[in-house]
C-alpha cells in the first residue's frame, strides 16, 4: 500500500515499470507467470502464478527489491506496516496509522461494519474474500481497546 494516493501519471508510469519487472521476473532461470494490478490509486498487487512455477526465495528478494526501487522513483513509501486504509461513504480510500486508529474509532469515524483493507494476504485467491472486511471482521479489532 502506498503511503499517498498515487496520482493517474504515476499509475500510468508504474504500470510500465510493472510490465518491464514482469517480462524478466524469474525464479531459477524459469520465467514466472505474472500478473499485476494496481487499485484504488493505493494498492500495488503482484501475482506469481506458482501451479506453472515456484516461486522462490530469490524471486520473492527481486520483486521486494524491485519495490524499493519503485517507491523511491516515486518517492512513495510502500513498506509502511503501520499505515491502515479503509472506504469511506463515498467508496474513497482513506488512510491512517495503527496508533490512531482508536480514536478514529472512538469517534465514529469508523464503525464496526467500516470496510477495512487487509495487506497482509499470502496469495492471490484470498483477494475477492478477504481483502476487503467489515472492521469488526478483521485482524485491526485488537488495536481497538
Known sequence: MSNRRLTDAEVNEINKDLLGFMAVWNAHGNKLDTSFEIL?????????????????????DSS?????????????????RQQVAWLDYKNEVNTTTLNKLTQLYKDRILTDNTIIFNNTLQSGEELPLKWKLPLKDSLYTRFLS
Open 40 to 60: 484504488y490509486n493505493y494498492f500495488i498487487i503482484i501475482k506469481a502464478n506458482e501451479e506453472r512455477v515456484l516461486a522462490s526465495g530469490c524471486s520473492i
Open 64 to 80: 521486494v527489491q524491485f519495490m524499493a526501487e519503485l517507491a523511491k522513483k516515486h518517492n512513495l513509501d510502500l513498506f509502511d
